[in-house]
Structures are given as C-alpha cells and as structure tokens.
C-alpha cells in the first residue's frame, strides 16, 4: 500500500470545466458537493483505502521561527489566492494507477448547476522513507 495526498486547490490549477467560484454556488449545490465528498470518503473508508480528509478556510499566518525561542506569527505576508489549498484527503491504496482512478472520481464532484467541476487535483504521493544521507 501507498499513501498519497490529493490536493483540491482554490486557484493555481488549470481552470476546471465548470469553474464557478463556491461562494457564488446555492446552499444546494454546496450541499450536494459535500455530500458527494462524504459519500466517497465513506466508500473508500469501506475499502481501506481512506485515510483522513479536511477542508481548510482560507484565512491563515504566516509563522517562522525567530531564533530566541518563540515564533513570531504575523499577519502577512500571504500566499497570494492561487496559491491557497481548499482541501485535502489522504488515501492509501495499492498503486499508482488506483491513486489515479480516485483521484479522477473526486475531480467529478458537482459544483453549480449540479454539474461535476472536472477540477485538477494534484496527487502527490508520500515520501516513503527519508533519504539515504552520506558522508
């Protein structure tokens, strides 16, 4: 088994097919698309292929480590919106070809008009064990 992290970005993807911004969807079509990420996290919790998932909001810090013990946090500067992750689910299936396939389905989940967004999901698989450093 793999695991590997597929991203749902808020913008830096190609455009999707239908690619209404949420905030302008009715509080149907918001509840059918989590309704349809629910239905497919709990099919594949079924298969033992789900791992976690969560939305983000898109508020955050910006936090670095000041050298004298405590972590400043700021308000900026931030990533510009393109760059901000709307989500993520974690899977943990048994090739590459498999993290494909779901990662298709999850690009279908319907957006406004109930039609499926066809977003971009970025698949990242997960370091499967540190590197090897040498002297």
Not at 41 to 56: C, K, M, Y
Request: hydrophobic share 40%; glycine share 8%; net charge negative.
């Amino acid at each position: 088994m793999a695991k590997y992290l597929l991203l749902k970005h808020y913008r830096g993807a190609p455009a999707p097919v239908n690619c209404e911004p949420m905030d302008r969807w009715t509080p149907e079509e918001v509840t059918a698309h989590i309704r349809y990420m629910q239905e497919f996290a709990a099919r594949l919790e079924q298969t033992g292929e789900f791992v976690d998932a969560q939305a983000l909001a898109p508020e955050g810090s910006w936090v670095q480590f000041d050298g004298e013990g405590r972590p400043p946090v700021t308000d900026g500067p931030f990533a510009e919106t393109k760059d901000l992750i709307a989500g993520w689910m974690v899977i943990d299936v048994d090739s590459h070809e498999r993290a494909v396939e779901l990662a298709g389905e999850l690009s279908a989940a319907p957006g406004a008009g109930g039609k499926p967004i066809h977003e971009w999901i970025e698949l990242r698989p997960f370091l499967a064990a540190p590197p090897t450093i040498t002297d």
